[in-house]
């Protein structure tokens, strides 16, 4: 009964994604500003033209915000989420975790870890309680539900910003956890500072990269606010952020309600056949 439940949610949820990233307007900015600061221009208390101290400064390597309008999260940066830099394509892009209950980050790392250099995967959550896993190849996502004892993630390469918390980590859904959605990403062709994309959301700095996802599943799993946070490989920019996720449009709980009634319906009829059933 359960794997059927399981099912239907995860196939419910596949109309959740697809939507055109074309509107100019990412929504409000719920990045939270980490106030990290050090010598030289790029190691400032904002986020937008910032990376984290001790790590290399220039757009290549920027997260630059979270944004979110209803249900879409949008994640922006002069990073590229899609082909990452070039003369380190090891650094890819990361994945998006999300926190639901306040408890997360470094304080909640498995009892195995240490900040050492690499890219080392560990058995835990670090406290978010589900991951976008993000394939920027195929323009898609698939959406788990972590837990503590199974879900492996795999941490930032450099450990010059574990002091912190939350700190860099982790980077990277390895596997585990349950997969409850699939969707297709937003993607936006990369834009300069004379481009909407970039007046209307105030982004600076040079060339911007932009990807969106639907977050209708936090809310239909009884959900609304969230922490989300997202880095690349090396883990030179730790990006977070917190907001609210809004109920889903009608026409989508209609359909998710209608296919629970559905589903109900063949239960009743399975444990009828099975009472009938001689022995």
Known sequence: ?????????????????GREAAATSFGTNITIFDGSS??????????????????????????????????????????????????HPQFSTGDIFLDVDGAYGRSRAPAAYSATT????????????????????NETYSVY??????????????????????????WQYVDGGTLIATGQMGYYTPFDDTDANALDNGLTGGTHYALAVDLSFLTLAGYSRFVAHA???????????????????????????????????????????TTDRPS
């Not at 539900?145 to 982790?170: G, I, K, W």
């Not at 309600?257 to 009829?269: D, N, P, Q, S, Y």
């Open 1 to 17: 009964m359960r794997d059927k439940i399981a099912l239907f949610f995860a196939a419910a949820l596949l109309i959740l994604g």
């Open 38 to 87: 050090g010598s030289g221009t790029w190691h400032g208390a904002s986020e937008d033209q910032e990376t984290e101290p001790g790590m290399v400064g220039s757009q290549a390597w920027d997260m630059e915000g979270f944004f979110l309008r209803g249900h879409t999260l949008t994640m922006a940066g002069g990073f590229d989420f899609k082909h990452g830099v070039s003369s």
């Open 118 to 137: 690499g890219n080392v995967t560990y058995t835990g959550n670090f406290g978010y309680e589900f991951v976008i896993d993000l394939d920027t190849d």
């Open 145 to 170: 539900s972590l837990d503590n004892d199974t879900a492996r993630v795999r941490t930032v390469y450099y450990p010059q910003n574990e002091s912190s918390d939350p700190s860099s980590n982790p």
């Open 231 to 273: 880095t690349m490989g090396c883990g030179n920019d730790n990006l977070m952020g917190r907001g609210t996720a809004p109920v889903p449009e009608p026409a989508t709980m209609f359909l998710f309600g209608t296919g629970l009634c559905c589903l109900a319906g063949v239960v009743r009829k399975q444990r009828a056949g």
